[in-house]
Nanobody, 121 residues
Framework: QVQLVESGGGLVQAGGSLRLSCAAS????????MAWYRQAPGKQRELVAR???????NYADSVKGRFTISRDNAKNTVYLQMSSLKPEDTFVYYC???????????????WGQGTQVTVSS
């Protein structure tokens, strides 16, 4: 079993910054893609940013130039540095990982429990 534990959410004023962290633990052989998604109540979860094991990244247009995703493969941890935050960035943010649990190429998808980010105007 694999667990993803997020931290770093909270309340911040518009223009401020927050850093989210997500640590994966458990039966991990390796982790392919890691990502951050966000979701508003009653809405579909949307991709914020994604990073491959090799460090390639891509971002939602709405966060380009303001958010930076990074990862520490030795710690099985992914980060999301959020700057110039806007009230419309208020969501629950979820960590996501595609995990290999042994030497076989199969990957399994895991989600964190979510962390609330609230940006006040």
């Amino acid at each position: 079993q694999v667990q993803l534990v997020e931290s770093g959410g909270g309340l911040v004023q518009a223009g401020g910054s927050l850093r989210l962290s997500c640590a994966a633990s458990g039966s991990i052989f390796s982790i392919n893609t890691m990502a951050w998604y966000r979701q508003a109540p009653g809405k579909q979860r949307e991709l914020v940013a994604r990073i491959t094991s090799g460090g390639s990244t891509n971002y939602a247009d709405s966060v380009k130039g303001r958010f930076t995703i990074s990862r520490d493969n030795a710690k099985n941890t992914v980060y999301l540095q959020m700057s110039s935050l806007k009230p419309e960035d208020t969501f629950v943010y979820y960590c996501y990982a595609e995990v290999r649990v042994d030497t076989r190429p199969n990957t399994y998808r895991y989600w964190g429990q979510g962390t609330q980010v609230t940006v006040s105007s």
